[in-house]
């Protein structure tokens, strides 16, 4: 069983930068490939980035084009979102995800956080 809870959401302007974190509880995170996914209003869960359980292997929507990073911290049993270049398009919930591999379909994960708000105001 895992648990995970996100944070570091917040309100920023267009071109700004937001970190998001999701700490993991459970002596087994570094066996769980991660995920970043998103929902926006009236819109569907869209995967964003995932990472592998060593570190080594990232995946990244195509909209993120460069602009935002995923890390992991396995002592600190924490996932890392890094945002920049944000633009109003971005304004969703952001939820983290545990699973056994990284991939883009959410039902393949197998635990969600609850998510932070992310709005980004032009």
């Known amino acids: 069983q895992v648990q995970l809870v996100e944070s570091g959401g917040g309100s920023v302007q267009s071109g700004g930068s937001l970190r998001l974190s999701c700490a993991a509880s459970?002596?087994?995170?570094?066996?769980?490939?991660m995920g970043w996914f998103r929902q926006a209003p009236g819109k569907g869960r869209e995967f964003v980035a995932g990472?592998?359980?060593?570190?080594?292997?990232?995946l990244y929507a195509n909209f993120v084009k460069g602009r935002f990073t995923i890390s992991r911290d396995n002592a600190k049993n924490t996932v890392y979102l890094q945002m920049n270049s944000l633009t109003p398009e971005d304004t969703a919930v952001y939820y983290c995800a545990a699973g056994r591999r990284v991939v883009v379909t959410s039902s393949q994960y197998n635990y969600w956080g609850q998510g932070t708000q992310v709005t980004v105001s032009s």
């Open positions: 990472i592998g359980w060593s570190g080594g292997v990232t």
């Open positions: 459970g002596r087994t995170f570094s066996s769980y490939a």
